[in-house]
């Protein structure tokens, strides 16, 4: 077992990739808080692993909630190892039809909501001896994505609080890395998402596969676990090789015409 | 947290793993790791004895490996080492590039040559044995390879213009053999450590420049062979089958940051 005996906060783990890592960390042998605006589906993750899991209702954007999601993992097992931060909302929408509205609510849940929960598990892990911190950016992280302004700009702001705790906390031994996942089939991809654009995805992908919400889990383990002990910092793509590649490469090239 | 993990079933099994320089330092940290994961492991390195001693102690601790002499900069050598290892082992499935080395030198004295030879060895090298290795991985459809490159590939350090341009290099490599590779299900991804602390850098750890190095890397430590070994074992692993064409920093946190000094 990889993480025998650690205590794991994981936010939006009420479905999706969150669940994903929620449920191979607990496999993994580690405690996790399954935290989730969805209070059911936190509550129905956690039942399904078991004794080793608490649910948590959170808003991560209301900081009394994640001052208080962090003292439930506290009191339920002692301390926090680990915090992976996945809950995260995404729109499309031209740009010059965002409201101001929009906007704040996409950076506040995807950006602020993160620096929230870094900040308040930080905290317990200085005071711990150290931890791991893996952010679920995202390829709009780290390349423009048309129709997603907001999203890009937030995502983009996710590897940049990345690179800095990195830096600032690895005095305390806290290490904080982010994955930049390509289009993984979430409910959060299936509900915004048509078939049409998936296959269109899907043939830009050299891997030829969109990815799954377990491949992300596993590189989630990896950088949450001991295995990765010098890896920080780390803006890993786990995307089927599709940031490698030119946006120039043409259809014709992929197809091997 | 720093509890050591409880040791995974083996991840490598049915693995057979070429590690070129794998004779010594990072490189024998990677062979040592893939032979407890599971693999079976070619040392492919020059030094023959050194290469032979890593075998002795990989069987003796129950694994499986095999020492292959070849200089990575001739295609004919490389060709006949990885002929060599599907006799003794089976077709090569993992590949890692790890063999290198750099010279330090200002570019206005720039030695006759040194450009040739460090592109040869840190480019060239991992070139012919992709090149050697491809046939069998497109042939079975699938098979990682990883290079080992540097925080030379990713940012320049100074009085080393040929080591950083061949380093910046194979990671142009990495990346468009991940593109070309990807139908095959081969996939290709590098690993940028930093200083990592092998026998020669212990010695020299009082030096004012390595106290100095130590100031700007976040954790406060150099990496050890088994910390970058470990990351080569996950992008080697059934657990990164979606990730192809990356860049992976071990460095402490290195080269993420700017400020050439992260303690007050």
Known sequence: MRLKDHVAIVTGSGSGMGEAVARLFAEEGANVLVADLNASAAQSVATHIGKRARAVEVDITQEPQVVDMVKRAVEAFGRVDILVNCAGMADFRKTEDTSLELWRKVLDVNLTGTFLCCREAGRRMIEGGGGAIVNIASTSGISGTPYMAAYSAAKHGVVGLTRELATEWGKHHIRVNCICPGATETSMLLGTTTETYRAERRRRVPLGKLGQPSEQAQAALFLASQESSYVNGAVLCVDGGVFAMSPATSEAALAGE | ?264
């Not at chain 2, 001693?53 to 001739?74: C, L, M, R």
């Not at chain 2, 026998?199 to 009082?206: F, M």
């Not at chain 2, 150099?222 to 996950?234: C, E, Q």
Request: glycine residues 10%; hydrophobic residues 45%; proline residues 5%.
């Open chain 2, 1 to 264: 947290m720093q509890t050591e993990i409880v040791a995974s079933s083996a991840r490598l099994r049915n693995a057979v793993a070429v590690v070129t320089g794998g004779a010594s330092g990072i490189g024998h940290g990677i062979a040592t790791e893939f032979a407890l994961e599971g693999a079976a492991v070619a040392i492919l390195d020059l030094n023959r004895p050194m290469a032979e001693e890593v075998v002795s102690e990989i069987k003796g601790k129950g694994g499986q490996a095999v020492a292959v002499t070849a200089d990575v900069t001739d295609q004919g050598q490389v060709d006949k080492a990885i002929q060599s290892v599907a006799g003794q082992l089976g077709d090569t499935t993992v590949l890692v590039n790890c063999a290198g080395l750099n010279q330090f030198a200002s570019v206005e004295e720039l030695p006759d040559g040194l450009w040739d030879k460090i592109l040869a060895i840190n480019l060239d090298g991992p070139w012919h044995v992709s090149k050697a290795v491809m046939p069998a991985m497109i042939r079975k459809r699938s098979g990682r390879i990883v290079n080992i490159v540097s925080a030379a590939g990713v940012r320049a350090i100074p009085k080393a213009v040929p080591y950083s341009s061949a380093k910046h290099g194979l990671v142009g490599l990495t990346r468009s053999l991940a593109l070309d590779l990807a139908p095959y299900g081969v996939n290709v991804n590098c690993i940028c450590p930093s200083t990592v602390e092998t026998p020669l850098v212990k010695q020299a750890v009082n030096s004012v420049f390595l106290r100095e190095m130590l100031k700007t890397i976040p954790l406060g430590r150099f990496g050890t062979p088994r910390d970058i070994a470990r990351a080569a074992v996950f992008l080697c692993s059934s657990d990164a089958d979606w990730i192809t064409g990356v860049v992976l920093p071990v460095d402490g946190g290195l080269t993420c940051g700017i400020r050439a000094h992260h303690f007050e």
